[in-house]
């Protein structure tokens, strides 16, 4: 159980578009999701909260209007990465709790990796 | 805010024991995670410490010290499969937000 999807697994665009990512919670239903980038060799950088039915949470130096966040169900979460540029090439993480155990595990996706031309 | 330390790199042979060590400093405390993540991979959960003490699940343990912001990954019987990124997190608030150390790379030779 516990399972967390995203999709698409890789993208390649080029500079100015739009990509949207999803992250769906196949078998719980996820109070929190949580958007992370992680650029090569380091951590995971946390971006974003999201909750269903309410705007996201943004960590201190996150664009919000450049990574547009949605949570509309408890299954399905959508980062918009708008006007991609370059430095915006990553690997894109989310996760998802449901709040149901002691501590509240976060169950990660298998990211999206975003290149930017 | 929050901020945790964890070597960069550790290098051991195949059946030997590996010590990951990881210091934080947070305003608060809810407890300290650890995830492992391989090459273009999700983090996967292997353990967490809300209470002082050790915690085994199989070949790895975690163990917590709140009083010295101190924990420990502890890899025993290493398989080559073991390669990979570790990374301890600490919960700091009520909320479920994780912040990550810098993770440890652990390379296994045969």
């Known amino acids: 159980g516990a399972v967390v999807s995203q999709h698409p697994s890789w993208v390649i665009c080029k500079s100015g578009t739009s990509v949207k990512i999803e992250c769906r919670s196949l078998d719980f239903q996820a109070t929190t999701m949580f958007w992370y980038r992680q650029f090569p060799k380091q951590s995971l950088m946390l971006m974003a909260t999201?909750?269903?039915?309410?705007?996201?949470?943004?960590e201190q130096g996150v664009e919000k209007d450049k990574f547009l966040i949605n949570h509309a169900s408890l299954t399905l979460s959508t980062l918009t990465v708008t006007s991609a540029h370059p430095e915006d090439s990553s690997f894109y993480i989310c996760?998802?709790?449901?709040?149901?155990?002691?501590?509240?595990?976060?169950?990660f996706g298998p990211g999206t990796r975003l290149t930017v031309l | 805010g929050q901020s945790l330390e964890q070597p960069s790199e550790v290098t051991a042979v195949e059946g030997a024991i590996v010590q990951i060590n990881c210091t934080y400093q947070t305003s608060g405390f809810y407890g300290l995670s650890w995830y492992q993540q391989h090459d273009g991979g999700a983090p996967t959960f292997l353990s967490y410490n809300a209470l002082d003490g050790l915690e085994e699940t199989g070949r790895f343990s975690s163990f917590l010290s709140r009083s010295d912001s101190y924990g420990y990954l502890l890899l025993q019987e290493l398989q080559m499969k073991d390669s990979a990124s570790y990374f301890c997190?600490?919960?700091?608030?009520?909320?479920?937000?994780?912040?990550f150390g810098a993770g440890t790379t652990v390379t296994v030779r045969a």
């Open positions: 997190a600490v919960r700091a608030k009520h909320d479920y937000k994780l912040s």
């Open positions: 999201s909750n269903e039915g309410s705007k996201a949470t943004y």
């Open positions: 996760s998802a709790t449901s709040g149901s155990s002691s501590y509240n595990e976060q169950f």
